[in-house]
């Protein structure tokens, strides 16, 4: 069992920037990969970045490439995504995500989900 944590969330404007965290329980994070996805109100989730369970693999969505960034410090059981140069259409609730190993962007491949935590950038 893993369970997650957000936080970091909050209110911008637009070029400023945000560090989400994601804590995580468990003997075993270090095992699994970290995704974060967002959900804007009335949108479908969408994958937002991912890092694979030793951090050396990342993906991004086209669109938060090059102002995002993703890491994770398996010693504190934390992973991060670093945003920056933040847009209105960041707006969204944030979640982190974890499955065994590997990146996927499919939400549904993901085991174990967090509570969310909300950013929103005004222009």
């Known amino acids: 069992q893993v369970q997650l944590v957000e936080s970091g969330g909050g209110s911008v404007q637009a070029g400023g920037s945000l560090r989400l965290s994601c804590a995580a329980s468990g003997r075993t994070f270090s095992t699994y990969a970290l995704g974060w996805f967002r959900q804007a109100r009335g949108e479908e989730f969408e994958f937002v970045a991912g890092?694979?369970?030793?951090?050396?693999?990342?993906s991004f969505k086209d669109s938060v490439e090059g102002r995002f960034t993703i890491s994770r410090d398996n010693a504190k059981n934390t992973g991060y995504l670093q945003m920056n140069n933040l847009k209105p259409e960041d707006t969204a609730v944030y979640y982190c995500?974890?499955?065994?190993?590997?990146?996927?962007?499919?939400?549904?491949?993901?085991?174990?989900w967090g509570q969310g935590t909300q950013v929103t950038v005004s222009s």
């Open positions: 995500a974890a499955r065994r190993l590997s990146v996927a962007t499919d939400r549904t491949a993901y085991d174990y």
């Open positions: 890092i694979n369970w030793s951090g050396d693999t990342t």
